[in-house]
Nanobody, 123 residues
C-alpha cells in the first residue's frame, strides 16, 4: 500500500500563488508516474497535471496550462504543484495520485489517491 499526504492548501485572493506538496510513503516512489487532480463541489474530478517517473515529461490540463507547474523530488519522495495567477474557478479540493500509466489522465486509471487539500480562491 502507498500513502499520499497532500499539504499546502488554503485561502488566497485571485492572482496569488500557492505551492501544494504531496509526500509519499512508498519505497518505490521513483518508479511512479504521478499526477494532480481536482474536484469542485457538484463537478466531476478533473485532471490537472502529470509527471513521468524521472520528471522529464509533464502534461497539463487546458484550464491550468501556463499557470501551474508540476515537479518532483525522488530523493524526498515528494511531488509538488506550483500554482500561480490563481482564479476563483481554481477553487477545489486538490488530490495527489499515483498513475498506472503516464499517458493516462483518467481518474478511473489512478492507482492510489491522497486525501485531498482544499484550495479556495476569492474574487
Amino acid at each position: 500500500q502507498v500513502q499520499l499526504v497532500e499539504s499546502g492548501g488554503g485561502l488566497v485572493q485571485a492572482g496569488d500563488s500557492l505551492r501544494l506538496s504531496c509526500a509519499a510513503s512508498g519505497r518505490t516512489f521513483s518508479s511512479y508516474n504521478m499526477g494532480w487532480f481536482r474536484q469542485a463541489p457538484g463537478k466531476e474530478r478533473e485532471f490537472v497535471a502529470r509527471i513521468s517517473v524521472s520528471g522529464s515529461a509533464t502534461n497539463y490540463g487546458d484550464s491550468v496550462k501556463g499557470r501551474f507547474t508540476i515537479s518532483r523530488s525522488n530523493a524526498k519522495n515528494t511531488v509538488y504543484l506550483q500554482m500561480t495567477s490563481l482564479k476563483p474557478e481554481d477553487t477545489a479540493v486538490y488530490y495527489c495520485a499515483v498513475l498506472r500509466l503516464y499517458s493516462s489522465s483518467r481518474p478511473e486509471d489512478v492507482r492510489y489517491w491522497g486525501q485531498g487539500t482544499q484550495v479556495t480562491v476569492s474574487s
